[in-house]
């Protein structure tokens, strides 16, 4: 069955009536990776926003969502929330500023645990530990104690991305998590993401403009432009053979643009052990 | 969450100042509807601090109620009081008075001549600080005849010996036990009088009660209680009689109740208004020593400029009579025929022309390049002298002359008074009893704004001599006399423009009767209300 | 933390110093003689003897400095002198009026706490709602009425039409009531304005929208936004404390309530400078005081602060 589908999405923004989604349809199997690609400003985070129902009041979100065959209904907030988090996690791409700064990232670990999965404070402390640990942050004690401003956007990401895996959502969106970081840290964070599917099972719904990136990840392919889909099926036809003039504008432009990325992935892969190397492209 | 304990911390805070403000809160007396009144709530805007009699800290309404004297004044003139009876020698010196022998003062103390001695010493001893009033520049001692009969011996014959003897303060009765080191000019240790009320509480800057006196000698108070509620707005304290907080309120000169609002209130028919006779005289006074007003034609002048009976009807809502001349002639010794001088513009032109100051092209007058301008000083909280400057302000335009209007604060306004820095300045008479010798008295004191004001007359030193000598005058007729001279000189010296006579008012619920008002404007006759 | 706490109050001893030499200063520039004020205001005519008697008396005659020395030590002591107009001490008085001035002040605070808190939550949460629109109408004609004229409103309305309250004067618990509300009135606006904006301007903040992807519960995230919204609004209102306690002036006045406002402006009218000066003291000292408070808690509330300190 197929774990998410999304029928003729459309957002309009209700103060000029101008069109902002055009009718997306697009669907999601499980254990799966779905990219959807595009230029800035073509809709990607939107998408993202409209099927968590998180878009601003002005904004007026038509079209269906089946998840697990079923419907989400539109005027349910409980309902959406219990599935936000749970159900369907998300990742943002600014890492720096999604936590509260107030409050320690420990607590805010906890805090997500705590309400998604129902159990005590303590055992939410002790799952927040092992997932970071999973993640790589092996001085997860210390780490818990800090505040946001504390930490570099990398350590946050991962923090996220642990948040996420500890939960084990049947769909993780991941919004640009690769953009805001050094190249370094992107290579590690797409290791996680592999990790991640391998053991859990999620799908993924990989939003990036960073065509490398997406190559190794997806199975499947959206290509947005102004808020419409252009191209939709394969990640490998897509590329090899994008059928649409934009996506191939798109794929040759980044393909040289990434060019180096590949070659460090490639060199990179050659001289660390411990890095599980994903299938080549 | 820190947050609860910081929340707790004030709401603490919050609940122990609530406790400590409820126990604070006053034994307030509720009236239901059927039960029988017997407390009033008397409103003022000052509190009545400290009420040693022989001082002047504190509110004379209040001394009143609780200090008495010798004699009382009258409309009649001097009545007998803590002194039944007294002879005075033939030379005008001696005064033999003869004193009630069932008098007590609230400690039990007996009222005796040792009392009374003892009080008049105290008086004399803080001599510098009663100058102002001639009596006591006039006492050269007291002796103790019997248990109840003292001497009081004079320097000269002072014919209004009496009289003020008889004023709120200084020459009232206090228990020796409340004296402090033999003396009283540094404070008193208790208030105990033999006056018809009993000071039993006092909670400064909010209230004072005063309860009837049960073993007064006299006729006793009506009242059970009267609570002196202090209210420094003026909005509030009408506000409050509306509510029925207050029953009463009592003032003198704007300071209890402006114009407009008595006329409000009257024409409401929800309440009683009440004025007295004329008591005192609202006048301008014209500074001598200055340079402009130095001129006597200048001053004369000014006499015919101002429009009287606007005044009286427009801004006065002709509540006050008209004032010729600077005392009443109703007052004693001042029925005397003075020239009228009423709403004249143009002699006041011709006399300015005369003067030498000639109208310009700005309408205003000038001499030697100099303009005609002057200032007059007002207290600033008064709205009624404020809108009487602006009146004249315009008067004087009529006849060139530039009068600039500046309000102060009244503690500014007063030492204005004192320096003499002034143009023209308000100035309220004393009323009666003061008036005519304790105001003229008062002339010859440089701290006084009416000193100031004539030290540029020619004949002051004349003046000043005149007015001592009319105090000690014994002959009647001589004394009229002189009494003449002095008023005609002080109008003809068109020192004073005299506006009005002003009258004390009353407004008070209607279930309050017996409400009157005393000789004197600073007392309020609360043992004779009731409801 | 501790070593900002320690560096800010020794920061304030130097504060203080100057704040009593300035107000000693600002005293003594008056052109009044004081000796032949503290005559005057008891109304005994200033002959020279008089005059020098009293110079002697209040220790006029010595140097400035020396002065300055004398008051200072005995300020620290809280002697301040006696009251001209009474002779009575002046920390006795100023102390006499105090408890009326901090209850009134800190109903009023807790009434505008309280009110500007739910109002501003509540506007934020339904923003551009009807009821946002007449809150905000409301607190916009709030700010523009003078507060004597809000008092003398209120007394009327509620004291003598509806007979709900005192009209005036310190007693038991109603009569604090209409006082502490016309005091509070300019400042709930000021305050549910500014919790309102800076709640809606968190409620767009990443992290909040972090928060609600990550299934956080309604509640929560009001309580996320709520303390990141605090942050601006304690210092604004930390330091109307000390305004509120300085400046209870017109309202002490209608409502006869016998605090230290009326006492300093009938000082002043009095020209009574021990207590002027003694009040002048108290209010600067209080405003510094506070002021460090404010800090102190602003840095314990928000941990980026802590980190710069």
């Known amino acids: ?281 | 969450m820190k947050y609860n304990k910081v929340a707790a911390m004030l709401l603490i805070l919050a609940l122990s100042f609530s406790i400590v403000a409820c126990n604070t809160s006053t034994t307030e007396t509720n009236n239901e509807a059927g039960e029988e009144q017997t407390q009033l709530v008397y409103a003022s805007t000052k509190d009545i601090r400290d009420i040693n009699p022989h001082t002047y800290s504190g509110e004379m309404a209040a001394q009143n109620m609780v200090f008495e004297s010798l004699v009382i004044n009258t409309e009649d003139g001097v009545e007998p009081w803590l002194a039944e009876s007294w002879e005075i020698s033939e030379d005008g010196k001696t005064y033999t008075f003869k004193l009630r022998e069932d008098v007590k003062f609230t400690d039990g103390e007996i009222f005796d001549a040792t009392a009374a001695k003892l009080n008049i010493d105290a008086v004399m001893n803080n001599y510098e600080r009663h100058a102002w009033l001639e009596l006591v520049n006039q006492i050269d001692y007291v002796d103790i005849v019997d248990d109840f009969t003292i001497d009081l011996v004079l320097k000269n014959p002072y014919y209004p010996t009496l009289s003020e003897l008889a004023l709120t303060r200084p020459f009232r009765f206090i228990s020796p036990n409340c004296f402090i080191d033999d003396n009283t000019k540094n404070g008193v240790d208790g208030y105990i009088g033999t006056g018809p009320w009993i000071l039993t509480e006092h909670r400064e800057n909010q209230y004072a009660i005063f309860t009837a006196n049960e073993s007064y000698w006299g006729e006793k108070a009506k009242l059970k209680e009267v609570k002196w509620q202090v209210m420094p707005d003026h909005q509030t304290i009408l506000l409050a009689l509306e509510k029925g907080e207050i029953h009463l309120l009592f003032g003198a000169d704007g300071d209890m109740i402006d114009l407009d609002s008595f006329k409000a209130l009257e024409n409401q028919g929800k309440y009683v208004t009440i004025m007295s006779q004329p008591i005192a005289s609202r006048a301008i006074l014209l500074n001598s020593n200055k340079e402009i007003t130095g001129d006597i034609k200048v001053r004369e002048a000014l006499q015919y400029a101002v429009d009287k009976e606007s005044i009286a009807e427009g801004i006065l809502n002709g509540s006050e009579t008209i004032a010729d001349t600077l005392l009443s002639p109703t007052v004693t010794y001042c029925d005397i025929d003075l020239k009228k001088r009423t709403y004249d513009v143009d002699t006041a032109s011709k006399l300015l022309d005369e003067a030498g100051w000639i109208i310009g092209n700005d309408g205003y007058r000038y001499k030697d390049g100099t303009k005609m301008e002057m200032t007059i000083y007002y207290n600033s909280d008064n709205s009624q002298e404020r809108t009487i400057s602006e009146y004249l302000q315009d008067n004087f335009k009529n006849i060139g002359v530039d009068l600039k209007i500046f309000g102060e604060e009244k503690q500014a306004f007063l030492d204005r008074q004192k320096t003499g820095d002034f143009d023209l300045q308000y100035s309220l008479s004393w009323g009666t009893p003061y008036d005519p010798q304790s105001y003229l008295s008062s002339w010859r004191i440089p701290a006084h704004g009416d000193y100031q004001a004539q030290v540029g007359l020619e004949e002051k030193a004349w003046l000043d001599g005149r007015i001592g000598k009319v105090m000690i005058e014994t002959d009647e007729d001589k004394r009229q006399e002189m009494y003449q001279e002095i008023l005609t000189y002080i109008h003809d010296a068109s020192v004073y423009i005299p506006l009005t006579y002003s009258r004390t008012k009353a407004v008070h619920v209607p279930s309050l009767k017996g409400v009157d008002f005393n000789a004197s404007q600073y007392e309020i006759p609360f043992e004779k209300m009731y409801f | 933390m501790r070593n900002y706490i320690i560096r800010r109050i020794l920061l304030i001893i130097p504060i203080l110093i100057g704040i009593s030499f300035i107000s000693f200063l600002l005293i003594n520039l008056n052109p009044s003689d004081p000796a032949e004020v503290a005559l005057r205001v008891n109304e005994i005519v200033p002959t020279d003897e008089a005059v020098t008697a009293m110079r002697e008396e209040l220790g006029l005659d010595k140097p400035f400095f020396q002065r300055y020395i004398i008051w200072l030590g005995n300020s620290l002591r809280l002697d301040f002198g006696n009251s001209y107009v009474n002779n009575k001490p002046v920390s006795g008085e100023i102390l006499n009026a105090l408890p009326a001035t901090l209850y009134l002040a800190a109903v009023a605070l807790i009434m505008t706490l309280g009110i500007s808190m739910i109002a501003g939550i509540l506007c934020a949460i339904f923003e551009d709602s009807i009821g946002d629109k007449i809150t905000r109408g409301i607190i916009f004609v709030a700010t523009a009425m003078p507060n004597f004229w809000v008092g003398l409103l209120l007394m009327w309305l509620f004291a003598v039409k509806l007979d709900l309250f005192p009209t005036s004067g310190m007693r038991g618990f109603t009569s604090v009531v209409l006082p502490a509300t016309t005091l509070s009135l300019s400042y709930i606006a000021i305050y549910t304005r500014l919790i309102r904006n800076s709640m809606i301007q968190n409620k767009n903040e990443n992290y909040i929208l972090y928060g609600r992807i990550r299934g956080l519960g309604n509640w929560v995230i009001i309580k996320h936004i709520l303390k990141n919204s605090i942050q601006s609004s304690i210092t604004a209102l930390g330091m109307s404390i000390p305004k509120l306690i300085s400046g209870t002036v017109i309202v002490e006045n209608i409502f006869a309530w016998p605090g230290i406002g009326r006492l300093c402006v009938s000082a002043i009218f009095n020209r009574d400078y021990p207590i002027i000066q003694a009040y002048i003291v108290m209010m600067a000292t209080l405003f510094v005081v506070c002021n460090l408070l404010v800090d102190i808690f602003s840095a314990f509330l928000d941990p980026r602060i802590r980190r710069m300190t």
């Open chain 1, 1 to 281: 069955m197929t774990l998410l589908k999304v029928e003729n999405l459309s957002v309009t923004d209700l103060r000029n009536g101008e069109r902002i989604l055009h009718g997306l349809t697009f669907s999601l199997e499980p254990n799966s990776c779905l990219a959807i690609v595009g230029e800035s400003g073509s809709g990607k985070s939107m998408t993202c926003k409209a099927l968590l129902q998180l878009t601003n009041p002005w904004l007026e979100v038509k079209g269906s969502v089946y998840l697990h065959g079923k419907e989400i209904p539109k005027n349910n907030p409980n309902e959406m929330q219990k599935i936000r988090g749970k159900k369907i996690s998300m990742i943002l791409q600014d890492a720096m500023t999604a936590f509260d700064p107030l409050y320690t990232i420990g607590y805010q670990i906890e805090e997500t645990l705590c309400t998604n999965l129902k159990m005590s404070k303590k055992a939410a402390q002790a799952m927040g530990i092992e997932a970071m640990n999973r993640m790589g942050i092996y001085d997860a004690k210390n780490v818990i104690k800090k505040y946001p401003h504390q930490l570099s956007g990398g350590m946050l990401q991962r923090c996220m991305i642990a948040i996420a895996m500890a939960i084990e959502p049947d769909i993780m969106i991941a919004d640009e998590p690769t953009t805001a970081l050094d190249a370094i840290n992107q290579r590690d964070v797409v290791e996680q993401f592999e990790l991640l599917q391998r053991t859990t099972g999620t799908a993924i719904l990989f939003i990036s403009h960073d065509l490398g990136v997406v190559q190794r990840l997806a199975q499947k392919v959206l290509v947005m432009k102004e808020g419409s889909c252009v191209e939709y099926g394969d990640a490998n036809q897509i590329f090899r053979r994008p059928q649409n003039d934009y996506t191939r504008y798109l794929v040759e432009t980044r393909m040289a643009l990434s060019q180096p990325f590949r070659k460090i992935m490639d060199r990179e892969e050659v001289e660390v052990v411990n890095v599980k190397s994903a299938e080549c492209i």
